[in-house]
């Protein structure tokens, strides 16, 4: 009689350890939680390479596919019904990488081009535009992703998808959005020798010294030089 008891203790014992185990182990992924893990880490790897400014001539145009191709991404997440975490509760992931690095050398790499001009909120209260950087803009957006890929790789996959979508509508995607708008102007500008404007009185947070004017021609310059337009 012992035996049989022991034997189903040993049982019941077994079987709660099991569930203990299946509890924590890892989703699996299925292909479109693939495909926008995908989509953010070669964007995170690739803003990572472009700010080492190994290839300056080609930085605007690397950035602008780049932010394009998340921005596709984004869209996917926010095309989709809201995503539920199985967790009640976001595990918590440490602290945030800092992107403090990140962030410098995307400013050293664009200046003088790097401050731009924004609407926050095109269905708001009229307002002036707001002065933003991009390199500011992209190493924020970064660790947005960051904080995803930390729970995609603990095998956290609809944690990873949730916090995605979550802060793609709330954050990355209209920091994003704006500054697509900011790389796309700047190539139309050249392409279509279109002299690029003062910016708004008021709006300019700059603080390297440069008139308006002395801004204006070296982004031109800048531009001009990486599209390969100088002598043309």
């Given amino acids: 009689m ?3 008891t022991t034997d ?7 079987g709660t350890a099991a569930d203990v185990t299946a509890s924590f182990r890892p989703e699996e992924p299925d292909d479109f939680a693939v495909q926008i893990a995908d989509s953010v880490d070669s964007f995170v790897l690739s803003v990572h390479e472009i700010a080492k400014g190994d290839e300056p001539g080609s930085a605007i145009s690397l950035l602008l596919l780049e932010v394009s191709q998340l921005l596709l991404a984004g869209g996917r997440l926010g095309a989709i019904d809201d995503v539920l975490p199985d ?9 945030d990488a ?21 609407v926050f909120d095109p269905y708001g209260p009229v307002d002036k535009p707001v002065a933003c950087r991009i390199s500011d803009d992209l190493s924020g957006v970064v660790t947005d992703l960051e904080h995803g890929l930390v729970h995609y790789r603990d095998g956290r996959i609809s944690e990873a998808l949730w ?12 920091t994003t959005a704006a500054v697509l708008r900011a790389l796309h102007s700047l190539v139309a500008h050249v392409r279509l020798d279109s002299p690029i404007g003062a910016p708004v009185d008021g709006a300019d ?3 390297d010294g440069l008139t308006d004017e002395q801004l204006e021609q070296q982004a031109g310059a800048l531009m ?5 337009l100088h002598g043309n």
């Fill in 98 to 118: 800092d992107e403090d690095e990140l962030r410098q050398r995307l400013s050293e790499l664009l200046a003088p081009i790097d401050v731009y001009h924004e």
């Fill in 87 to 95: 967790d009640r509760y976001e595990p918590d992931t440490g602290p």
């Fill in 163 to 174: 916090w995605w979508q979550f802060s793609y509508l709330a954050n990355w995607g209209s």
């Fill in 2 to 4: 012992s035996d049989i």
């Fill in 205 to 207: 947070t700059d603080d």
């Fill in 224 to 228: 001009a030089a990486e599209l390969g």
């Fill in 8 to 14: 189903t203790s040993t049982t019941a014992a077994a």
